[in-house]
């Protein structure tokens, strides 16, 4: 059984910035600053080249099996969707998405728009060569 995603009308929030700290938070809260900010890279390299994953923030963030926080049956959702502020990593990737969301955020990935941690190794990266390791995540440019 493939996981359900939450439907963005269930989601705490349509803001964009919101969205991105979440999905930042969800996907490398254990990863240094960099790691976090190449997850927002990688959001608004989508956001910028719109297509089957979506055209906006909120629909790059939360299309079905992209970002798998976003997942019902993961176990991170919950967390995901009650932290705030007072977490002082959730603080970061907020500063983060700001800088992602206003076009100020450097990329490090190479223009990546696909990653996965060095633990795992989809399908769709066969083949392919990543153009970036940044933490343990490994980011592809060349994904269509």
């Not at 990737?93 to 490090?108: K, N």
Request: proline content about 7%.
């Amino acid at each position: 059984m493939r996981p359900r995603l939450i439907p963005i009308r269930e989601q705490n929030t349509n803001d964009p910035v919101d969205l991105l700290a979440r999905t930042i938070w969800g996907e490398a809260r254990g990863e240094p600053v960099r790691g976090m900010e190449a997850v927002a890279a990688v959001v608004m390299n989508r956001v910028a080249r719109p297509g089957w994953w979506g055209r906006t923030v909120a629909s790059v963030c939360t299309k079905a099996y992209q970002f798998s926080c976003w997942n019902e049956d993961d176990p991170n959702r919950a967390k995901l969707l009650a932290v705030t502020d007072a977490d002082p990593i959730f603080a970061i990737a907020r500063r983060i998405a700001r800088r992602a969301v206003a076009g100020t955020l450097d990329d490090p990935t190479g223009g990546a728009t696909h990653y996965h941690s060095v633990d795992v190794h989809p399908r769709w990266a066969t083949g392919k060569t990543p153009h970036a390791r940044i933490g343990r995540h490994l980011f592809y440019a060349d994904i269509d």
